[in-house]
């Protein structure tokens, strides 16, 4: 079983090796050996099954055949291995009728072995042969061990990358509902909990080869970064996608809008996408001159819309900034209004995404192909007693019960009220609605009013910097 005294227990090994710097490289240097370890659990059981099952890797090198023997390669002779016969291997991997070669290929494209003794790392592999990805335990404690890992990350947030709590994806998914025939998408994959949480829905509804089939190829997923992308794919194989080739690495807002036609779109996506940070310079100019931004949250919504096909549905993450936002932001917001049916906006505490950040979020829910006429609101109260989510206390699944006993049955009351597109138009496409059950002069947490204030001033400079950037584009055309 998979416990936080055991990934300390790898973390503290680690810690003394004088190659490994710094967490990002301990949460790296775990993770290609996780997957490694992953792939060849999952490969003795599919080799159980059948008996011509063609492995991905050879057999030298196979976890099974140098990292299993817990007095087998150490020392030296385990790093020189790893360093020179391993990772060289691995990355030049021939061509196979197994899928999962290439994916293999690529997952250590970017993958080093960091750690400089053999003998650390010979006492890290022999901590990571406790843990069995074939029990179901440890199989379902995998996104525990990631969420476990990330918080190590202090830094993790900077950059726009928060773990998704279950809880959130759970709902989406459960909201949403994709049947078994409706390919997946999520943009933005991370670590794959949304498409996890696809992959067990749509499984209820397995009972044949061809369905199970039906599943495997329905599941899709891009994500930009090596680290997440390569715990995503382990990921998908824990939980049943043999062949995860359709979860690729790449970075989706960089394709031009254009390019992107109707074979590329889907049935349903869900995500949460980064938000908080900003896109590389030139990115924005993939999109329509009226909706370019820097903002990623922003130019994922774009995305989002044009990917889905007619009639599709989407169950996204996004902050309150995307709401409020003006300039490009009600630009965007005008198009989803106009292209999609908004029916509902759940709103999250702002402590939901504790420790990593205190930015206020909001689930979103629409459906593409007519546009919105009124929007659900209903704000997701804190359980009873609490002021705020916390490291120690996250937000359950079973706090949306609220929301799931409201859903087919919708009524205002103190946590829901609705509010007409002509309203929204008035208020130009300002999303950000206020619970009008909430009590007139209420005093307000200090900490919310300073979040709310720079996620206010973030906006602002963002909308300042396009419209800087719109006056240089002038003044270069006169």
Not at 12 to 28: I, N, T, W
Not at 123 to 136: E, L, P, S, T, Y
Request: glycine share 6%; with cysteine; charged share 25%.
């Amino acid at each position: 079983m998979i416990s936080s005294t055991l990934i300390k227990s790898i973390q503290d090994v680690m810690r003394q090796d004088q190659g490994v710097d710094g967490d990002a490289q301990r949460l790296s240097q775990l993770v290609w050996m996780i997957f490694l370890k992953i792939l060849d659990d999952t490969e003795r059981e599919l080799e159980l099954l059948d008996e011509s099952y063609l492995p991905a890797i050879p057999l030298r090198y196979q976890w099974r055949s140098w990292a299993a023997d817990p007095e087998g390669l150490t020392g030296d002779s385990l790093n020189d291995f790893v360093n020179n016969d391993l990772f060289p291997g691995l990355r030049q991997l021939p061509s196979s009728d197994n899928p999962r070669t290439l994916i293999v290929r690529e997952a250590f494209e970017d993958s080093y072995n960091y750690m400089k003794s053999g003998t650390l790392l010979r006492q890290v592999i022999n901590k990571i042969n406790g843990i069995d990805f074939n029990a179901q335990t440890d199989r379902h404690q995998f996104n525990d061990l990631y969420e476990k890992l990330l918080k190590d990350l202090q830094g993790a947030g900077n950059s726009g990358e928060y773990y998704t709590p279950r809880a959130l994806t759970e709902f989406i998914v459960e909201m949403i509902d994709p049947t078994l025939e409706e390919v997946v998408l999520d943009p933005a994959c991370g670590t794959g909990g949304f498409l996890v949480n696809a992959i067990n829905s749509k499984r209820r509804h397995v009972k044949s080869p061809e369905d199970e089939f039906t599943l495997q190829a329905s599941i899709k997923g891009i994500e930009k970064k090596q680290l997440p992308h390569l715990l995503c794919l382990a990921n998908m194989i824990l939980h049943g996608i043999n062949s995860p080739t359709t979860v690729r690495r790449a970075n989706t807002l960089t394709r031009p809008l254009r390019d992107y036609g109707p074979t590329d779109r889907v049935d349903v996506i869900v995500t949460n996408p980064p938000f908080g940070g900003t896109e590389e310079p030139g990115v924005e100019q993939n999109f329509p001159r009226g909706l370019r931004t820097r903002e990623t949250a922003d130019l994922f919504l774009v995305l989002i819309m044009r990917l889905l096909k007619p009639g599709g549905r989407a169950g996204i993450v996004l902050p309150d900034g995307s709401l409020f936002g003006e300039g490009v932001k009600t630009r965007i917001k005008q198009q989803l209004l106009d292209e999609c049916n908004l029916h509902t906006i759940v709103r999250i505490p702002n402590s939901a995404f504790a420790p990593y950040t205190t930015i206020a979020t909001n689930l979103l829910f629409f459906d593409k192909g007519e546009p919105t006429k009124e929007i659900w609101y209903f704000e997701h109260p804190l359980p009873k007693g609490m002021k705020a989510y916390s490291k120690s206390r996250p937000i359950l699944a079973s706090e949306f019960q609220v929301e799931r006993d409201w859903w087919a049955n919708r009524s205002e009351g103190p946590n829901a009220w609705r509010v007409s597109i002509d309203e929204i138009k008035a208020r130009n496409y300002n999303l950000d609605v206020r619970n009008p059950s909430g009590a007139e002069g209420s005093r307000v947490d200090p900490k919310v009013a300073l979040t709310q204030y720079r996620s206010h001033r973030a906006a602002f400079l963002i909308t300042l910097n396009e419209v800087q950037d719109l006056l240089r584009e002038g003044l270069k055309d006169e």
